[in-house]
């Protein structure tokens, strides 16, 4: 395990930027955090964002660094200024370089206290961050997996039980399978959720070969009254799972296998997906691989799912954010085909799409969203500045 260790006060990045509200389809400018970043400076991928203070606060990867890092915003008005922290991954005091760490990263925010997953790249391990305050962050290893090569860590989704306590889904790589992670006030404790299976082509098939068990990737938690919902994809079958568990055993149910009645072809559905929870329904978008649609389920865990085609694209439904607006679900995700964020609304009979920015700017990946004084923010990795794009939705 790494040694816990305090990070060093750091310079601020004070830099207001321009929030403009989106009132639907819009060609205007981006809106970076960093708006002259320093060359090489690319930050923001696998981006987390939660409310810190009644501020927006965001955990991402500093690929220039090959570090994790964390910056807190204060929105006065119509700009907002950051203070970036370096939590992990960035030489010490010494000059010695942790290695490469930050990607496919989670945050929870519990009060005062702030939680970040992320995969140790160099490792191949899931670790943890806390921040007890500011400056004040200790690091270590919350999963190694079960594969013979570590490779686990990856796609991590937190979030916190009913006693604040986080519980960490991801994707073991080296053994093809879906963990979750428990904090049992001291240390991280790992398991399996779903060890997946095969894939095996037809003795008639033709160029086709089979695959090894392939299940967690793209994983999504969320906890309510208890209960955990667990989404994610398996690729070895082409599927959209859910596991349901209340912190011990999991029931595991396919919400959507792909088949179409219409034609009588299996298609592979399940990547990028997000869930929430509609009273006693559950909402899950995600994109259709085959087709790169974007789609919706509703349905309740072992019942009947209702899905439904939002967004036939092209190349559309990949990093899928999912929040109620009002009485119905809303989904920001990114259309590959224009490299632009949308956003689909439902009015309770049927979707609203919209373009909400970056124009051929590569706009849309790892989008987020929070709400902060009755207003609701989105951010997302800004491809072409290499920096992250935050504005008033």
């Not at 509200?21 to 400018?29: E, F, N, P, T």
């Not at 296998?257 to 997906?273: I, K, L, N």
């Not at 019942?303 to 092209?314: A, N, Q, R």
Request: proline share 4%; aromatic share 10%; charged share 25%.
């Amino acid at each position: 395990m790494r040694a816990h260790r305090l990070i060093p006060v750091l310079s601020v990045v004070g830099l207001s930027v321009s929030l403009e509200a989106c009132k639907g389809c819009r060609d205007d400018g981006i809106t970076p955090i960093v708006e002259e970043p320093e060359d090489p400076h690319d930050i923001g991928q696998y981006l987390s964002m939660g409310v810190y203070d009644g501020q927006p606060a965001v955990a991402y990867y500093d690929r220039t660094s090959g570090g994790l890092a964390f910056s807190l915003g204060e929105i006065q008005g119509e700009s907002v200024t950051w203070t970036e922290e370096r939590v992990d991954g960035y030489p010490d005091a010494n000059g010695l370089d942790a290695g490469d760490v930050g990607k496919y990263t989670s945050m929870q925010i519990d009060g005062d206290t702030i939680w970040v997953s992320y995969y140790d790249v160099s490792n191949g391990r899931l670790f943890y961050a806390r921040r007890n305050g500011k400056d004040d962050w200790e690091t270590g290893v919350a999963d190694t997996g079960s594969g013979p090569t570590p490779r686990a860590g990856l796609f991590s989704s937190m979030a916190l039980d009913s006693s604040g306590n986080p519980v960490v889904a991801h994707f073991d790589q080296g053994k093809g399978q879906l963990r979750v992670a428990r904090w049992s006030g001291s240390s991280f404790t790992g398991s399996v959720v779903d060890e997946g299976e095969g894939w095996e082509p037809a003795d008639t098939a033709v160029n086709l070969d089979a695959k090894d068990p392939e299940v967690g990737k793209y994983a999504k938690l969320v906890i309510v009254g208890g209960t955990e919902y667990l989404a994610y994809y398996d690729g070895a079958l082409g599927n959209l799972k859910l596991a349901t568990g209340s912190g011990g055993g999991w029931d595991i149910e396919v919400v959507d296998d792909g088949w179409d009645e219409a034609t009588g072809e299996e298609w592979d559905v399940g990547q990028w997906p997000a869930i929430l929870v509609d009273g006693d329904e559950l909402v899950i978008a995600y994109q259709d691989v085959t087709n790169y649609d974007l789609r919706v389920a509703r349905g309740t865990p072992g019942g009947t799912w209702t899905v439904e085609v939002v967004d036939d694209g092209p190349f559309t439904g990949s990093d899928a954010e999912l929040y109620m607006n009002g009485s119905y679900p809303a989904v920001v995700y990114f259309d590959g085909n224009e490299n632009n964020i949308k956003l689909a609304i439902n009015d309770g009979s049927s979707w609203t799409v919209d373009t909400l920015a970056g124009e051929e700017a590569a706009l849309g990946f790892h989008n987020e969203s929070v709400v902060i004084g009755g207003k609701r923010y989105v951010a997302c990795y800004d491809y072409s500045n290499r920096t992250i794009w935050f504005r008033e939705l």
